[in-house]
């Protein structure tokens, strides 16, 4: 019996996405073209950190950091390795180098709870504040943070219109064109030759996106379950799956059910 490497099974991840991936036509055969997600006629682009896009605005979105999730559980008894804050800023810091955004947006529960900026350790806040640094950094309120640090900067707002986009925490029921959010922390699973993969995705149907939660402990909510029934057109609706080295737009007949 050959014992699989997770290199292997990585590599094994990303073609079975690949394969159950909407073909692209010879006209837009660019490999940019399946992590190029349009909404509301704007033109973004979804990397596999998880973050948004926006080229024209050098607009860079995250959602849900959930930062201090880990000593929140400490707290409650629930002891698990308390590293989750650092891996996220750490993964946010590679994104922000390579964009070098002019504004950055978090989509709201940015901080597992209201006194999780307060936990922050002295390598994390100044971690957090060498990213923000130079740059104008929104924070959208979110259920878990409705209210930004005092003792941070930035600017705190419950919702923010870009021209024919408007960025939210939590989506709205019914019709939301060019509505951006998180809260959901959509996933995505597909099935084939005998095995299945399941991902972190960002969704859209064009008219709206909900993308994926970034932070470390934070996990996903599989994009066919009731909660996102209301929210998209089924026939447009497509999972844009994080792999490891590209993202796989993969439409929603191609999904399967399930956690």
């Known amino acids: 019996m050959t014992q699989q490497t997770g290199e292997t099974r990585l590599l094994e991840d990303d073609t079975l996405m690949r394969a159950a991936a909407e073909p692209i036509s010879e006209q837009t055969e660019r490999a940019e073209q399946s992590a ?3 909404v509301a006629g704007v033109q973004l ?3 596999c950190a998880g973050t948004l896009w926006w080229p024209d605005e050098r607009l860079l979105v995250v959602s ?3 930062l201090e999730k880990g000593s929140s559980h400490a707290e409650r008894g629930m002891l698990i390795p308390p590293y989750d804050t650092a891996a996220t800023l750490a993964k946010l810091a ?3 180098a390579r964009r070098d955004p ?3 947006i978090s989509l709201g529960d940015s901080f597992h709870d209201r006194r999780a900026a307060s936990r922050l350790s002295g390598p994390d ?3 957090l504040t060498a990213i923000m640094q130079g740059r104008d950094w929104i924070w959208i309120s979110g259920n878990h943070d409705p209210e930004a640090p005092d003792d941070l900067d930035g600017t ?3 919702e923010l219109a870009i021209g024919p986009l408007v960025f939210r925490h939590e989506p709205r029921a019914g019709n939301a064109p060019g509505e951006i959010a998180g809260h959901l922390h959509p996933a995505a699973r597909v099935r084939a030759r005998g095995r299945s993969v399941r991902r972190r995705c960002l969704a859209s ?3 709206r996106a909900i993308l994926p939660a970034f932070g470390a402990y934070t996990g996903g909510l599989n994009l066919r379950s009731r909660p996102f029934d209301s929210l998209f057109d089924a026939s447009s609706l497509n999972a844009w799956m994080l792999g490891d080295d590209a993202v796989y737009r993969v439409p929603l007949k191609r999904l399967s059910p399930g956690v």
Do not use: F, K, Q, Y
Request: net charge negative.
């Open 64 to 66: 849900d950091l959930h």
């Open 102 to 104: 002019a504004r950055v």
């Open 205 to 207: 149907d064009g008219h």
């Open 94 to 96: 590679v994104v922000i």
């Open 36 to 38: 190029s997600p349009v």
């Open 45 to 47: 682009e979804i990397d």
């Open 125 to 127: 806040l100044d971690a």
């Open 156 to 158: 705190c707002t419950a």
